[in-house]
């Protein structure tokens, strides 16, 4: 089923705007979190838009309201906040920040996928997990954590239970990593379909580690964002510009 888009036009002042996803961002990386805080007190795009997986895990939005690496976070995004508009679209990582971490950091939340129109060019934006059908076990768990019942019932769970649960999965994640797993990407039909059911010229998304862009048909191409990882080697950090006249430039940070 093709989901309706969300619609937002960038005010005729924008010039340029920025696009940031999968950051993956935790204590245990404070590389890429030192990298992140500079971007983001140095960012001076009209608007910036972080498409998923802003973190490695998001256990609810109370974490950020005891001391400790959430409300860290919290206070970088609204210290940026304060000067451009920030806008967040969920990830298959921090599906569960809500509108209390909104609220406290600023962040203005946007649905998936969502049609940003700017100059003369309609933008299709999502992270992008939704459409990896290949990926079948992925899809089934993404239907069952996105369910509001679930959410809820994770959410009444203790917060020491939830840190302990984001624990399991960032070591399952790095078993995996390590192993010889290929992730799936984008379906090319799908991501088809939903260009022409939100009436969007271009794909624009994160999720899939594999930076770069793709023609989809003659009048449709598809960008993908970097991840992040500092201490890669080579690192990765890169932010994506885009400006009103629809030029695209990449921005190392690493």
């Known amino acids: 089923m093709t989901p309706a888009a969300h619609e937002l036009v960038a005010p005729p002042a924008w010039r340029d705007v920025e696009f940031i996803s999968d950051l993956h961002l935790q204590a245990s990386q404070p590389a890429t979190v030192a990298a992140w805080r500079a971007y983001m007190?140095?960012?001076?795009?009209?608007?910036?838009?972080i498409l998923g997986d802003l973190f490695e895990a998001w256990?609810?939005?109370?974490?950020a309201a005891e001391p400790g690496f959430e409300a860290e976070c919290a206070q970088v995004l609204h210290a940026?906040?304060?000067?451009?508009?920030?806008?967040?679209l969920h990830g298959n990582r921090d599906f569960l920040l809500g509108s209390a971490m909104a609220e406290r950091s600023g962040l203005q939340l946007l649905p998936d996928p969502t049609v940003f129109t700017f100059g003369a060019t309609r933008w299709l934006l999502s992270h992008g997990d939704a459409l990896c059908l290949?990926?079948?076990?992925?899809q089934a768990f993404r239907k069952q954590v996105r369910n509001p019942a679930w959410q809820a019932a994770v959410l009444?769970?203790?917060?020491?239970?939830?840190?302990?649960m984001a624990k399991a999965l960032r070591s399952e994640s790095e078993n995996l990593k390590r192993g010889d797993t290929v992730y799936a990407d984008v379906d090319h039909p799908a991501a088809l379909t939903w260009l022409e059911a939100a009436r969007a010229d271009h794909l624009l998304h994160g999720h899939t580690h594999r930076p770069g862009e793709q023609a989809m048909a003659a009048q449709h191409r598809r960008i993908?964002?970097?991840d992040?990882?500092?201490e890669a080697q080579p690192p990765r950090a890169e932010a994506l510009r885009l400006n009103r006249d629809g030029g695209i430039r990449r921005i190392a940070l690493a």
């Open 41 to 49: 007190q140095g960012v001076r795009a009209d608007a910036l838009f």
């Open 59 to 63: 256990i609810g939005d109370d974490s």
């Open 228 to 230: 992040w990882d500092a």
């Open 80 to 88: 940026t906040a304060q000067r451009l508009p920030v806008f967040f």
């Open 224 to 226: 993908v964002l970097s």
């Open 156 to 164: 009444a769970r203790p917060l020491a239970e939830r840190r302990m």
């Open 134 to 138: 290949d990926d079948v076990d992925y």
